[in-house]
């Protein structure tokens, strides 16, 4: 397989880009970034010396690009991740994610179609779409997302991703691409940018500063840990059925306020039993006093939680982590990689961080 990861710069991009060049180094790899704010190519590093895999800078949006990287890579095989995925982001700024993920999607199936039509048939192809169950809307207390729940986003990045699903499922349908569509829960794990709750959450525990939760931190999320994510997304890419969509979720329903406690806890057992740690980053007391309810979200979703029994039962797949192993793993991966972190804090995002939240990291 000759496979283009877009996006594999990125959060869940590069964990899945590591895990594919280490499971099947027969295959090649082409990972594609525009290394926006969110793209980083440290996230790589721990590839670096593979021989199986290229880095093409670009973006999705880029026609031209597309076609030269699917004629002289040979590409049979697409995962797309590229994506705007920060929804306060998508609140202030919404152009950019209607770009990427509406127009750089389409663009992206364009230049799938193109390419593939020149084959003497679809057979060895496949279009992987990785997307998100904030596409479904809000649930209230009871109920799970199930793939055939109506689509209801309610904020400009669901709504994005909403349309992108759309465009892909057409392109299905009209033209015989061979599509499989994920829809996962939210992620956590190495490489994860820090403006996402739980990196947020850790690292301004470490540094003492203010820890905000929105509204009253009752909202709900299903959380996935991400090595368990790319699992799923291998199976789902060598198995699914195509014009298929697989729901990805965690079976691990958490409100934000709980996991903002179960984090300050965990945190502070990790200073209290490493005596260079605690004198990096002393704090008397408990971390929780850090917690500060700051003014809810437009449009704030209540609840999220997935239903992954179609995947469970036709892929075989189940997530390894629990959220307390998951966190503690997460935890111990920012313990081990600050200079990897304090790069991103001390650049761009740490001044839109301060305006948007008012305190520094």
């Given amino acids: 397989m000759n496979i283009l990861i877009t996006g594999g710069a990125g959060f869940i991009g590069s964990n899945f880009a590591i895990y594919m060049i280490n499971t099947y180094p027969e295959d090649r790899f082409v990972i594609l970034d525009k290394l926006t704010y969110a793209g980083n190519l440290e996230n790589l590093k721990g590839v670096e010396d593979a021989g199986n895999y290229k880095f093409v800078k670009g973006d999705i949006t880029d026609p031209v690009l597309l076609q ?48 593939w039509q020149e084959r003497s048939s679809m057979e060895g192809v496949r279009f992987l779409h990785v997307s998100t169950d904030e596409v479904y809307g809000s649930l209230g207390k009871t109920g799970l997302f199930t793939e055939t729940t109506p689509f209801s986003p309610n904020s400009p990045y669901a709504a994005s991703k909403a349309s992108s699903d759309h465009l892909v499922r057409a392109y ?117 006093e850090l917690i500060t309810f700051v003014k809810d979200r437009p449009g704030h979703d209540m609840r999220y939680a997935i239903d992954s029994t179609k995947i469970s039962e036709e892929l075989g797949w189940s997530p390894v982590e629990s959220f307390e192993t998951g966190l503690k793993k997460t935890i111990d991966w920012y313990i081990n990689n600050e200079p990897w972190w304090e790069r991103i804090l001390s650049g761009e995002y740490a001044r839109y961080y301060e305006s948007q939240y008012g305190t520094g990291l």
């Avoid at 033209?175 to 947020?200: A, D």
């Fill in 172 to 288: 299905h349908h009209t033209y015989g691409i061979p599509v499989v569509t994920t829809n996962c829960s939210n992620n956590y794990g190495p490489y994860q940018f820090p403006e996402k709750l739980i990196p947020l959450m850790v690292l301004n525990a470490f540094k003492g500063k203010p820890l905000p939760v929105y509204g009253d931190g009752k909202n709900v999320r299903d959380w996935l840990y991400v090595e368990d994510h790319c699992r799923a997304i291998d199976l789902a890419l060598r198995n699914g059925r195509l014009g298929e969509t697989y729901n990805v979720g965690g079976n691990n329903e958490w409100k934000n306020i709980d996991i903002v406690n179960l984090l300050c806890t965990q945190v502070d057992e990790a200073c209290a039993s490493d005596t260079e740690l605690s004198g990096k980053y002393p704090f008397k007391g408990s971390r929780k």
């Fill in 68 to 115: 030269k990287v699917f004629k002289e890579e040979a590409i049979n095989t697409v995962v797309n991740f590229a994506a705007e995925s920060h929804v306060d982001r998508s609140i202030t700024g919404p152009a950019e994610f209607i770009d990427t993920n509406i127009v750089g999607t389409f663009t992206l199936l364009e230049a799938a179609r193109k390419s």
